[in-house]
Structures are given as C-alpha cells and as structure tokens.
C-alpha cells in the first residue's frame, strides 16, 4: 500500500457496528446471548491508528504608517519597528497517540452453550469487544457545564478613530502627520506621569478609578505608538493526520512544512518535509502459528497480543517526538478455549482492553 494512501484525515463520527470507525472513548453496549442470536455474538478485533497531532503558530506583522519616522521622532532603533508586512508560520509541538479502529478482516463469534447462566457480551458502538460476562463501566460524562467567561479588562478596546485628535487629521503630508501622532506619545507619557507622581489636577482618588484612568491611557498611547512600531498577532493552530502503521517506517514524510504557508502537502517541495520512523521494538514472536479459523467463527474467543513500537517524528533535523506504541498489526492473535465458559452456575469474566483487543483480567 502506497504510504500516502495510508495517512487519512481525522473524522470522528458514530456509526454503525459493522462500520470501520476510529475509538478513543466510546459509549458500550450490553448484548446477550439468547436464542434468537443462536447464543453467539459477533466482535472485531481492533487495529492500531497512530494519531499525530501537529501544534503550530502563525504570526502576521503589519508595518507602521510612519515605520521610517520611528527613529526620528520616536528615537525606536529598526529592531523595534515592523517596516514591512509578513506573515511567518512556526512548528511548535508534535503529539502522537494511539486510536483504534475494527479490523473487519478479524471478525469472530463469542458462542455460549444453551442454558449457560445469563451469558452476555459489553462490545463498544462500532463492535470491539470490551467484557465477557463481566459489567464495564460507561464513560462519566460532567452533566454540570461550567461556562468559562474570558476575563474583561475595565477599559474596552478603543476605536483608533477616537483617539485621532482633529489637528491630527487635518495634517497636510505624511511627515506633518507622524509628527501630531508623536506629539500625541509624549502628551500622553506626561499626563501619565503627572497621574503617578501626584501633580495632575483632578486624578482621580479612588483606586479603581485609577486603574482604569491609567489602563485608557496605555490602550491610547498604543494606539499612536503601532501607527510608529506596526502591529503583530500570533494565532495558534493545530491539526491532525491518522496513519495505520503496517510495518516499519524509515524517514517517510508525514508532511512537508513551510515558514511561510504552514503545513502543506507532502509532494509540495515549498515546506520542509517531517518524517516519521516507527520501528518493530519485536516484543511479540510474530512467527507464532496463529489460530484456524473457519469463516467468522474460530476455536474460542480470539484475543490480541499487541507488539510494541518505537516511533519517532523529525523536522529539520530536530526530533519533535519520541515515544513507544502498542500497535495490534505487529502482535498476534490468540485463542481462549471454549470449555472455559461450560460452567454454567459460575461463568468465566474476561475485560478487554477495548483499544487494543488484548486481555485485561480474567476472573474465574
């Protein structure tokens, strides 16, 4: 399968039991084994989805109007002052976790003799199993919604239309322009002052109104001040790629990265390419003879034994992430015996781990 094929955009969605879905925590589902079911119930072995999440910022910068009269009015040195627009892109963090979604190439029955004591069967929306005769415990979901309110400041955002005095728009040049605006800078550094240092006449005597004097003449003075330095504004952003690891990977590109766009294609040679390396650590002797199976039905209850796996992802020759998965398709499948279950006063309990298929607990 061509790599690229195999990297997929992420959609989560419910469906239904027989469809391929990636699980991180889903709701369960209680099914028993009753007559009209001829007292078997059908599951899906998961396989592993690696899902690597990409943290990333982009920054846009946006020049002065009067950039090249910063110095001469302002005194502010080039490293202070944006002089042209440019939007730039930054790789932050990278995440990689482990999602399962059903194998539908490993679909089995969990059969139970008639008459065995309430046998039944816990299986996830999309059929994985999770319990054999055993509860499983559906997910807590917080009924009582906090609503998070985004902290006001005492002054709103000023209209930079009011702050520009009439002199200022009425200026005849460029040059006569940047000059009120400087003007405007110190007048208010100096009220500024006169507040703090006690000689203003009328300063308000009450703390808060303080705060707020003070914090409108900051939101002013930047008003006037960007029109000199330019302005900047970073916005965060992440996205998400799923891949399903079949077998080792060395230096495969996930994506390619650019300064100036952000994430783009893997074949667009304008970004820097990350790369994954997923590696077979071979905890698991995949040469183990697996079980015989005769269409959907097998010789017990079909379990996996995940194997484990290094995985690693580079940017320009910086390792953004390392860490060890367990991945279902570089394990085994194994088999419980059927005559576990015959006992029909005390029946056998077995917990899954439901994201990789492998047995948890057995309780007898």
């Known amino acids: 399968m061509n790599f690229q094929n195999r990297i997929i955009p992420l959609i989560i969605s419910v469906l239904c039991m027989c469809n391929l879905q990636v699980t991180a925590q889903t709701n369960v589902v209680k099914v028993s084994a009753i007559k009209s079911n001829n007292y078997g119930i059908q599951y899906f072995l998961p396989k592993t989805i690696l899902e690597i999440e ?9 020049a002065g109007v009067y950039a090249k009269y910063a110095s001469k009015y302002l005194g502010l040195n080039e490293q202070s002052v944006i002089s042209e627009d440019l939007t730039d892109y930054a790789l932050d963090k990278i995440y990689v976790k482990d999602l399962s979604a059903p194998n539908k190439n490993e679909s089995y029955l969990v059969e139970f003799k008639v008459k065995t004591t309430a046998p039944f069967v816990y299986l996830t929306e999309n059929g994985l199993i999770c319990t054999i005769n055993a509860d499983y415990p559906q997910p807590v979901i917080n009924e009582n919604k906090t609503e998070t309110k985004n902290a006001t400041s005492s002054v709103s955002t000023i209209n930079p239309q009011s702050v520009y005095t009439k002199e200022y728009m009425q200026a005849g040049s460029v040059s006569k322009m940047a000059e009120i605006a400087a003007q405007q800078i110190y007048k208010i550094r100096e009220s500024r002052s006169d507040i703090l240092t006690g000689e203003a006449e009328n300063a308000p005597k009450d703390g808060e109104a303080l705060k707020i ?10 008003v006037w001040t960007e029109l000199f330095t ?8 992440t996205d998400k790629f799923q891949l399903e690891p079949i077998s080792d990977l060395s230096k495969e590109i996930l994506f390619r990265f650019s300064k100036h766009t952000g994430i783009v294609a893997a074949d667009d040679l304008s970004g820097e390419p990350v790369y994954i390396n997923i590696s077979d650590l071979k905890t ?10 005769k269409g959907k039905e097998s010789q017990g209850i079909v379990y996996n034994v ?14 953004m992430y390392k860490g060890e998965h367990l991945i279902t398709q570089f394990g085994i499948t194994r088999i419980l015996a059927n005559s576990l279950f015959e006992d029909k006063k005390l029946p056998v309990q077995i917990i899954f781990y439901p994201n990789t298929g492998a047995i948890k607990q057995i309780i007898q």
């Open 284 to 293: 698991v002797d995949t040469e183990e003879i697996e079980p015989k199976r």
């Open 230 to 237: 330019g302005t900047s504004m970073t916005e965060k952003k």
């Open 213 to 222: 004097v003070l914090a409108n003449l900051e939101a002013q003075e930047k």
């Open 306 to 319: 995940p194997g484990t796996a290094s995985v690693e992802v580079f940017y320009s020759s910086n390792r």
């Open 54 to 62: 990409v943290e990333y910022h982009k920054t846009e910068r946006k």
